[in-house]
T-cell receptor, first 116, second 109 residues
Framework: DAGVIQSPRHEVTEMGQEVTLRCKPI?????LFWYRQTMMRGLELLIY????????DSGMPEDRFSAKMPNASFSTLKIQPSEPRDSAVYFC??????????????FGPGTRLTVL | LAKTTQPISMDSYEGQEVNITCSHN???????ITWYQQFPSQGPRFIIQ???TKVTNEVASLFIPADRKSSTLSLPRVSLSDTAVYYC??????????FGSGTQLTVLP
């Protein structure tokens, strides 16, 4: 398996633009998580899905952020409009409670977002 | 979810055994103790988890005393490639990972 796939790996955009980050979880995994990592705040959970349904989005910082999972193999995190403080590395992770260790999540390589 | 405390940084030399201790004084009955590793420019990677006593896998050992208020991650004979940030997490049934600051382990030649 290729692991969790994220695209793009790097994104540079200007303030006010819409940004869409994409994630393909590991095949067969039914839980998907979006995280954000910055030097100041560390690694934060933004939202997670179970069986394509958003379970907890309390970590989503503002209404400018939205996430969707239209099917089991694809998820998007959208920021509209983007702001410089959104600059961070965004990670997607997936897990399968049936086969993984209890708290084992598989992380993708991340998308480094820079908002100018 | 248990709040965890661990050293900010540690240095070691190649070939040595490294022990990183984490305190989690308010750990709940149903919390597991889980450790992740993160290399620069990569996502975190699950290393090991346990509930009590000792757990060992091909990468590390995890020691958890009877009161479960702390845990120690043991890395045998570290190499330069073990330089990374190590996170200790105390987690319950919500399965929502909450990462602290972690411990930056630097392995020196």
């Amino acid at each position: 398996d290729a692991g969790v796939i994220q695209s793009p790996r790097h994104e540079v955009t200007e303030m006010g633009q819409e940004v869409t980050l994409r994630c393909k979880p590991i095949s067969g995994h039914n839980s998907l998580f979006w995280y954000r990592q910055t030097m100041m705040r560390g690694l934060e959970l933004l939202i997670y899905f179970n069986n394509n349904v958003p379970i907890d989005d309390s970590g989503m910082p503002e209404d400018r952020f939205s996430a969707k999972m239209p099917n089991a193999s694809f998820s998007t995190l959208k920021i509209q409009p983007s702001e410089p403080r959104d600059s961070a590395v965004y990670f997607c992770a997936s897990s399968d409670p049936g086969t993984s260790a209890y708290n084992e999540q598989f992380f993708g390589p991340g998308t480094r977002l820079t908002v100018l | 979810l248990a709040k965890t405390t661990q050293p900010i940084s540690m240095d070691s030399y190649e070939g040595q055994e490294v022990n990183i201790t984490c305190s989690h004084n308010n750990i709940a009955t149903n919390d597991y103790i889980t450790w992740y590793q993160q290399f620069p420019s990569q996502g975190p990677r699950f290393i090991i988890q346990g509930y009590k006593t000792k757990v060992t896998n091909e990468v590390a050992s995890l020691f958890i005393p009877a009161d479960r208020k702390s845990s120690t991650l043991s890395l045998p004979r570290v190499s330069l490639s073990d330089t990374a940030v190590y996170y200790c997490l105390g987690l319950g049934s919500a399965r929502q990972l909450t990462f602290g600051s972690g411990t930056q382990l630097t392995v020196l030649p």
